[in-house]
T-cell receptor, first 107, second 115 residues
Framework: GQQLNQSPQSMFIQEGEDVSMNCTSSSIFNTWLWYKQDPGEGPVLLIA?????ELTSNGRLTAQFGITRKDSFLNISASIPSDVGIYFCAGWNDMRFGAGTRLTVKP | DGGITQSPKYLFRKEGQNVTLSCEQNLNHDAMYWYRQDPGQGLRLIYYSQIVNDFQKGDIAEGYSVSREKKESFPLTVTSAQKNPTAFYLCASSIFPVSGANVLTFGAGSRLTVL
């Protein structure tokens, strides 16, 4: 499977701050997916992107499908304590996920 | 409500024993998957199945076995050949075949600890 590079590996931020994380690949993808995993639970889909250049929002979350189709980013605005968790990207030509970005939000 | 049910949530096993993790979905999804997650790590694909009676190895299939006798069920057996089985196991399913723009729905996971 293709290699997905997700960064940063972890983030420690203050409540109210904005967050940005990204995923890159050496291969082209047709779909980018962003998931969030709460501790001890399964990942839950946040945003799905199906078209190069697509910018999609879901509440305080915004994600974009890169023009080159080799990258995607996820932004979280005005973070709150319940944003804590691991965020995974997946480029859906195969079934592989990035290594995840672990987010900690300090009240 | 439709979803994926994994059981048990927590499982303890002695070294040398096989153990089977259950995964059942009532979403009428075609494909099912098993992932392994180690602490602080991402998801690694163990096995996947696109249709009944067919399954494929993922990246870390050694020491694991699966079956897909029914569309809604995809149990995973962790055998004694698996050198380091302690991990969090996640089952998922999707509606489209693997080559499509499919979105995975995950179960809540099963945590296996080998004593």
């Amino acid at each position: 499977g293709q290699q997905l590079n997700q960064s940063p590996q972890s983030m420690f931020i203050q409540e109210g701050e904005d967050v940005s994380m990204n995923c890159t690949s050496s291969s082209i993808f047709n779909t980018w997916l962003w998931y969030k995993q709460d501790p001890g639970e399964g990942p839950v889909l946040l945003i799905a992107l199906y078209k190069a250049g697509e910018l999609t929002s879901n509440g305080r979350l915004t994600a974009q499908f890169g023009i080159t189709r080799k990258d995607s980013f996820l932004n979280i605005s005005a973070s709150i304590p319940s944003d804590v968790g691991i965020y995974f990207c997946a480029g859906w030509n195969d079934m592989r996920f990035g290594a995840g970005t672990r987010l900690t939000v300090k009240p | 409500d439709g979803g994926i049910t994994q059981s048990p949530k927590y499982l303890f096993r002695k070294e040398g024993q096989n153990v089977t993790l259950s995964c059942e979905q009532n979403l009428n999804h075609d494909a099912m998957y098993w992932y392994r997650q180690d602490p602080g790590q991402g998801l690694r694909l163990i096995y996947y199945s696109q249709i009944v009676n067919d399954f494929q190895k993922g990246d870390i299939a050694e020491g694991y076995s699966v079956s897909r006798e029914k569309k809604e069920s995809f149990p995973l057996t962790v055998t004694s050949a698996q050198k380091n089985p302690t991990a969090f196991y996640l089952c998922a399913s999707s509606i489209f075949p693997v080559s499509g723009a499919n979105v995975l729905t995950f179960g809540a996971g099963s945590r296996l600890t080998v004593l």
